[in-house]
């Protein structure tokens, strides 16, 4: 089963995978975490070039077709090899991150993305992703009160993040099957409670 954490930013996916994998592992599932931009040797170095600050020149292009190479490595090295060993893959983001911030956030064409898409991951889709919804502004004071490190992509315009928030509100109605949105600005306890559910009716 594979299974994917979407949301803006300070919406506290990381939190929350850590808090199911550990609970899916006391049931007695084999669990990898992995993130991108990241999750293997390469993809760490392309996520330290796309993260840093230093990189404002860098492109809307080049930076979908970094994100991309990273994506591809991460399918094809770590995450097709596991599912298919049984191995239930929670991944902090994943393909719908890059329609919801390069798509909807910097405004490059769906179509194009798509295919590019398809390409780097060879058409494999989560089973379920949960999008971890929050009021833009409250996350983005989340982060910078948490001490987060800042990276480049949290240096955009609030209308930035506000066009990637209802981009994944159109990409929840595109597949209303395979989305559950969870309110992020609840307790800890509650949101995880939330998504202990929602793994289950699918592992179920």
């Not at 669990?31 to 993809?43: A, F, M, S, W």
């Not at 994506?71 to 991150?97: F, H």
């Not at 890059?98 to 909807?104: F, L, R």
């Not at 058409?123 to 983005?140: A, H, R, S």
């Amino acid at each position: 089963m594979f299974i994917t954490f979407e949301g803006s930013e300070g919406s506290g996916k990381s939190t929350q995978i850590n808090m199911l994998a550990a609970y899916l592992r006391q049931q007695g599932y084999e669990v990898l975490v992995t993130r991108e931009p990241g999750g293997t040797h390469i993809g760490e170095q392309v996520r330290q070039c796309l993260h840093d600050v230093k990189n404002k020149e860098m492109t809307a292009a080049a930076e979908v077709l970094l994100y991309s190479a990273s994506r591809s490595q991460l399918v094809r090295e770590v995450i097709v090899p596991a599912l298919e060993n049984g191995v239930i893959v929670i991944s902090d983001r994943y393909a719908d991150s890059t329609m919801a911030y390069q798509g909807y956030g910097r405004q490059l064409d769906l179509d194009a993305l798509g295919t590019i898409t398809y390409f780097a991951t060879g058409g494999l889709k989560p089973d379920l992703t949960i999008l971890f919804d929050i009021d833009v502004e409250e996350g983005l004071s989340r982060r910078s009160i948490g001490g987060v490190e800042m990276n480049r992509m949290d240096l955009q315009e609030i209308a930035f993040y506000k066009r990637v928030r209802n981009g994944y509100m159109e990409l929840v109605q595109q597949e209303p099957e395979r989305w559950v949105i969870v309110d992020a600005g609840r307790p800890l306890d509650e949101i995880q409670n939330d998504v202990r559910r929602s793994v289950k009716a699918k592992l179920n």
